[in-house]
């Protein structure tokens, strides 16, 4: 490739599918060149996390502001570093390398497509590529992620009798506008993975005829949006027939998307509700919420399934998203409901492309992001199914958890950092009076004692929330009628005057003042440190504690 085509790697962002590595240790007065070993250590890990996960690219010899410092190692150093995904990883990971100039710097360039294989390092551990890191996970999804990445053959299957000319060159220019590649529409097809040159011409993957095919269809019969809006609450067919409107969308998948925003998008209702005397008009559906269900939709739908289009249903409760395919290993619908942030591609190369693009963006966020968006607005959580056996259905419901006036109420706890159970402790004390236990906290949450407990403890911190007595099992959620009165716990309490006196504690202080052992002591401070309720400076005989931010003025 020519020079100029490698200098996205300067300003590219890094993220799941890039990541720019230096050769030089910068932590002292002057910089140093960092031991082979350690940066084919670094190499080794992003390469098999990404192989892991869905490919990418790095570039070593880059700072992280994409200034190129270079890779300058003798001969045999070197071999260290351009072996490091052989030795270090267990299967080896599949590279390709090249050297690219940038500013008359050498910067050695590793690509990596997604495996079949797990890969795992020779110390044993498993890495997967999330977003901008190289994180470890459980070996008991080693067996689920192998079993789903055998599976993910569709969109990497090469058709014969496709050529360039049966793509939309149009679509090429809009990749390059938003990423600013300099490839020409071939080199783009072969950096995403979508093409390899056999024989003198260029083979398509289904892949790249699904992001850019003129007549998509034609490749994927059931590559479109079908749309129905139905009256009342559930459909009826016949003489009952209760399609109020229904468009079918066809477009290659670049911009299939947007074309699917465009159309559902007038049909999502504004309600009007008084909150102070003025109307407020919010949306039925957060606008987060559905796009986000859609884009998963397009990304991750099994595409061997030529029988069934994605469907987007809307109804006067709800709206359900069915896209055709099961989860991929190790995601399921009980990690997805307990909001876990978890990521598997069935179509690595498609979601490569649309990441991009912009449509996706931290991957394994979007899930949680819709609760966190549903719940803001006051509405009930997002529903997964798999029904009929192979369709995934996303439903969003309309129907508000709590009354207008309960959501205009929570508004002053807002920019607290409050997460989302505390959230509903506190709508339910409002509608009981103000008060609640720890007892139905756990009821109507479903959480344990312990976790219980923290939040409890975490509400008191803040002041928002005080038990009714010493001791007792029954508090109340302090109102903005009410002073702000932080309540300490005992051993605060005795606590304080050293701590008045002195400025801060260590930990004789507390052996001598609450009669304590030095591990019972440690024991009490970690606690306190860990509730908020101090806060801890320095290490080991120099550590001191003073009284936690939130609190230094009660």
């Not at 993220?15 to 030089?24: P, V």
């Not at 649309?354 to 959580?381: A, I």
């Not at 605060?492 to 701590?499: A, T």
Request: a positive charge; glycine letters at 6%; one cysteine or more.
């Amino acid at each position: 490739m020519k020079t100029r085509d490698w200098k996205w790697l300067t300003t590219h962002r890094e993220g799941q599918f890039f990541e720019r590595k230096c050769c030089y240790d910068r932590s002292g007065k002057r910089p140093k060149r960092r031991d082979a070993r350690s940066v084919a250590r670094d190499v080794a890990e992003t390469l098999a996390a990404m192989a892991n996960a869905d490919g990418g690219t790095l570039a070593l010899g880059l700072e992280n502001d994409g200034t190129p410092s270079g890779v300058d190692y003798p001969q045999d150093r070197l071999g260290v570093i351009l072996r490091a995904a052989e030795r270090n990883v267990r299967p080896a990971v599949k590279t390709h390398y090249q050297w690219a100039d940038l500013d008359e710097t050498k910067v050695l360039i590793f690509e990596v497509d997604w495996s079949p294989e797990v890969h795992q390092l020779s110390d044993g551990r498993y890495l997967l590529r999330v977003w901008d890191q190289n994180l470890p996970f459980p070996a008991s999804d080693i067996a689920a992620m192998k079993e789903g990445k055998r599976r993910k053959v569709i969109e990497g299957k090469f058709v014969g009798d496709a050529s360039v000319n049966d793509l939309d060159k149009n679509l090429f220019d809009q990749i390059r506008q938003k990423t600013g590649f300099e490839f020409s529409d071939e080199e783009l097809l072969q950096h995403y993975r979508l093409a390899e040159p056999r024989n003198g011409r260029l083979i398509l993957s289904l892949a790249a005829l699904l992001l850019f095919a003129k007549d998509p269809l034609h490749w994927q019969p059931a590559c479109y949006v079908d749309f129905v809006k139905w009256q009342g609450t559930e459909r009826r067919f016949g003489t009952e027939l209760n399609v109020i409107k229904r468009a079918r969308i066809e477009a290659p998948l670049l911009t299939l998307i947007e074309q699917t925003f465009t159309t559902v998008w007038p049909h999502i209702r504004e309600r009007q509700r008084l909150v102070d005397l003025f109307f407020e008009e919010r949306f039925e559906y957060p606008t987060f919420a559905w796009q986000e269900a859609v884009i998963n939709a397009v990304a991750h739908r099994d595409y061997g399934l030529q029988g069934t289009p994605i469907e987007i249903w809307i109804f006067d409760d709800r709206m359900e998203l069915r896209s055709p395919g099961v989860l991929v290993e190790p995601v399921t619908v009980e990690r997805l409901q307990r909001r876990e942030r978890i990521h598997a591609s069935r179509n690595p190369r498609l979601v490569r492309v649309l990441t991009d693009m912009g449509y996706m963006r931290e991957l394994g966020e979007g899930v949680p992001r819709m609760f966190e968006v549903m719940e803001r607005e006051g509405l009930k959580p997002p529903e997964f199914r798999i029904e009929a056996g192979a369709v995934f259905t996303v439903i969003l419901n309309n129907t508000p958890v709590y009354p207008p006036e309960t959501m205009q109420w929570l508004k002053q706890f807002e920019g607290q950092g409050l997460n989302p159970n505390q959230r509903r402790l506190l709508a339910y004390a409002h509608a009981h009076g103000g008060r609640f236990t720890s007892r139905s906290y756990q009821k109507f949450v479903g959480i344990d004692i312990y976790a219980a407990s923290k939040d409890i403890k975490d509400l008191i911190r803040r002041g928002i929330a005080r038990s009714l007595k010493k001791g007792g099992r029954v508090y109340e959620v302090v109102s903005p009628e009410r002073p702000r009165v932080v309540e300490l716990p005992d051993e605060v309490e005795k606590l304080k005057p050293r701590l008045e006196q002195k400025g801060y504690l260590k930990n004789q202080d507390v052996r001598e003042i609450l009669g304590l052992t030095m591990p019972r002591a440690n024991r009490v401070l970690r606690r306190l440190t860990e509730t908020g309720w101090l806060r801890a400076e320095g290490e080991k005989r120099g550590r001191r504690y003073y009284l936690g931010r939130d609190i230094e003025q009660a």
